[in-house]
């Protein structure tokens, strides 16, 4: 395997989704990797290894019901920031935004953590009740 950036791995991983062709993604995880999903809340689904990682990847790469868009990768050395939005549907309230942080190691993602904007649950610390 060749040394990649940070950069192109994380351009790689997008274009997976982007396109839905999965067949990337095996050489872009490690083999100790740790992703978590946004949801369900309130810490998202976790997953540990490659095998675990990849078919969560796999599914959601491949699902045809929705679409992924990067709205903007920052890169940082190991990390990056991908900023995204998810379209479930064709309307303008028929999606969600979120935000990936990344870690890459040797030319793999070693950590990815999802997390997203969400309509309901908690209310917003401002509403709570006081004392």
Not at 91 to 99: K, L, N
């Amino acid at each position: 395997m060749s040394f990649r950036t940070t950069a192109e791995v994380v351009h790689r991983f997008n274009r997976a989704f982007l396109e839905g062709d999965t067949s990337s993604l095996a050489e872009l995880i490690a083999e100790d990797c740790v992703m978590e999903a946004r949801g369900p809340a309130p810490d998202g689904a976790r997953y540990e290894g490659l095998a675990a990682c990849l078919e969560f990847c796999r599914a959601l790469a491949e699902d045809r019901a929705g679409r992924f868009e990067p709205e903007a990768v920052v890169v940082t050395g190991e990390r990056a920031t991908v900023r995204w939005r998810y379209r479930f549907g064709d309307g303008p309230a028929d999606s969600v935004r979120g935000v990936n942080l990344v870690l890459v190691r040797d030319g793999r993602i070693v950590e990815s953590l999802s997390y997203g904007k969400t309509t309901g649950g908690a209310p917003s610390p401002e509403f709570r009740a006081r004392p």
